[in-house]
């Protein structure tokens, strides 16, 4: 069974760019989670949808942060403009909503913001 | 919100030995506790987990002790091996519906010496 795949593996930015990330969950999974992982502030979680719809959109992250799920099998986030502080690792994780709560990460997107 | 605290930054013990990672939490209403793993320049993957019905969980060298007075939760690594090095990071969620977000703490990098 195929885990959780992202895409790209790397981005680079000019600042004021759009950017859009995108995220397969593994099959049959109903949740699914946006994170940004940096060293300062370590995971923090950016959006987090069950059966496709959205239960939290990141608070802080709410202005310049827009996650999408279209389908129960991929989800987009969108970075609208890019500022240099973005410049992390995106994370996109999913599960089970009833039968197991362990969250399977994808192998992140590296975006770098100039 | 909920706050999940990782005592140790960076933890070095001796390959043989055991390590322990101290995490705290401040919801009384958190009541599920993961670990998570991630080696070097790879994403998270879950090791295990506890919850608060029970106060010791053990996976073959990984052990989990929570004290829920104290709002406490470690994960011990017995009889290390270099394959355990890596970062480890805990987190605690609400036991709802089923799944539901983790706070994450910042992580600690436990290194294994030969």
């Known amino acids: 069974d195929a885990g959780v795949t992202q895409t790209p593996r790397h981005e680079v930015a000019e600042k004021g760019q759009t950017i859009i990330l995108k995220c397969e969950p593994v099959?049959?999974?109903?949740?699914l989670f946006w994170y940004r992982q940096t060293k300062i502030q370590g995971l923090e979680l950016l959006s987090y949808?069950?059966?496709?719809?959205?239960?939290?959109d990141g608070g802080a992250f709410k202005d310049r942060f827009k996650a999408e799920m279209l389908n129960s099998s991929f989800s987009t986030l969108k970075i609208q403009p890019t500022e240099p502080k973005d410049s992390a690792v995106y994370l996109c994780?999913?599960?089970?909503?009833?039968?197991?709560?362990?969250?399977?990460f994808g192998p992140g997107t590296r975006l770098t913001v100039l | 919100g909920e706050k999940v605290e990782q005592h140790e930054s960076t933890l070095s013990v001796r390959e043989g030995d055991s390590a322990v990672i101290n995490c705290t939490y401040t919801?009384?209403?958190?009541?599920?506790f993961p670990w998570y793993k991630q080696e070097a320049g790879k994403s998270l993957h879950f090791v295990i987990d506890?919850?608060?019905?029970?106060d010791r969980k053990q996976s073959q060298r990984l052990i989990v002790l929570l004290d829920k007075k104290a709002k406490r939760f470690s994960l011990h690594i017995t009889a290390t091996q270099p394959e355990d090095s890596a970062i480890y990071f805990c987190?605690?969620?609400?036991?709802?519906?089923?799944?539901?977000?983790?706070?994450f703490g910042k992580g600690t990098q436990l290194i294994i010496q030969p």
């Open positions: 099959s049959g999974h109903n949740d």
């Open positions: 919801d009384t209403a958190s009541s599920y």
């Open positions: 506890i919850r608060s019905n029970v």
């Open positions: 994780a999913s599960s089970w909503d009833t039968s197991s709560y362990e969250q399977y």
């Open positions: 987190a605690a969620s609400k036991w709802t519906e089923g799944a539901d977000r983790l706070t």
């Open positions: 949808f069950r059966s496709k719809s959205l239960m939290e």
